[in-house]
């Protein structure tokens, strides 16, 4: 690891899929990209991109290696404006992680975000996998569940919610209305995927008898649309939406509720454009 400016062509290659837009971000020939390449692969000992017809793929060793490079990248950035004095501009790409469902909580510190600072490129990644910060996956990760234990990150509660069972009116007169949770047994439910981190899914999954599941959605819109469709019980935030007709069947419970936090990794956390995201999204979700 001897040639930072190698490192830093490899996260630029991975980032952009090709040489000619590495070569772009860069301001260099693309030659100097594919010499950069090689030089560290040969030094490595490893292959770090397939080559094909439509640009660079990194392999699993690439990933790893252009991750380093990113968040080595904003470190040497925050260094930079620290010793200048500033530590003003915001630009460059903003990565945050977030699951599928707190998507709609968030549209509106997107948006407040791009007018503020036009110069900052957003890049939202909806996924449940755990985005690892200390390889620069992502800059800010916004999770719902327990607490977040990972070392080495800033971990700040944002929201906090209140969860009912719902259902719709002709689901309850097909199948009845439950009154107490061993009425449940013979109901059906539509529920998050098996691994889903929220309370009131857990609380689910260790119902006994064990709960028959006519469909199971990362989604929440698709989770809510099933609901209101009459495939079976679900759980919806607060008393559900009144706009698909659903109707509560259980009150909110303390150990239902959902507790959405922002994790960021200590050594980024106090760049401008980091500091830039956490408040906006704070102040939106609260």
């Known amino acids: 690891m001897e040639s930072w400016d190698e490192i830093r062509t490899a996260a630029q290659v991975a980032r952009a899929g090709t040489v000619s837009g590495a070569a772009q971000l860069l301001g260099v020939h693309h030659a100097t990209v594919i010499r950069h390449i090689d030089a560290l692969e040969e030094r490595l000992g490893v292959k770090l991109f397939q080559r094909h017809a439509r640009g660079y793929t990194p392999t699993e060793a690439g990933e790893a290696l252009a991750q380093v490079g990113r968040v080595t990248e904003d470190q040497f950035a925050q260094l930079g404006a620290r010793l200048a004095g500033g530590g003003d501009s915001i630009s460059g790409e903003l990565v945050i992680s977030t699951l599928p469902g707190v998507v709609p909580y968030l549209r509106q510190a997107f948006a407040i975000l791009a007018a503020r600072y036009p110069d900052l490129s957003l890049r939202v990644q ?50 009845g209305t439950p009154q107490t949770d061993a009425d449940l047994a013979g109901h059906r439910f539509v529920a998050e995927d098996p691994d889903s981190r929220a309370p009131s899914e857990q609380w689910l999954a260790q119902l006994q008898p064990a709960p028959r599941i006519a469909m199971r959605s990362n989604d929440a819109a698709v989770r809510d649309a099933a609901i209101a469709d009459g495939l079976g019980l679900g759980f919806c935030i607060g008393r559900g939406d009144p706009a698909l007709g659903l109707v509560e069947v259980m009150p909110p419970r303390p150990d239902w509720a959902f507790t959405v936090w922002m994790v960021t990794h200590v050594d980024l956390h106090r760049t401008a454009k980091v500091q830039a995201a956490v408040s906006v999204i704070k102040d939106v979700l609260r």
């Open 126 to 175: 909806t996924e449940r996998r755990l985005a690892r910060l200390e390889y620069g996956e992502a800059h800010v990760a916004i999770r719902a569940g327990t607490r977040p234990v990972e070392p080495d990150n800033v971990v700040q509660e944002v929201l906090s919610g209140a969860v009912s069972l719902c259902a719709s009116p002709a689901y309850l007169e097909q199948y």
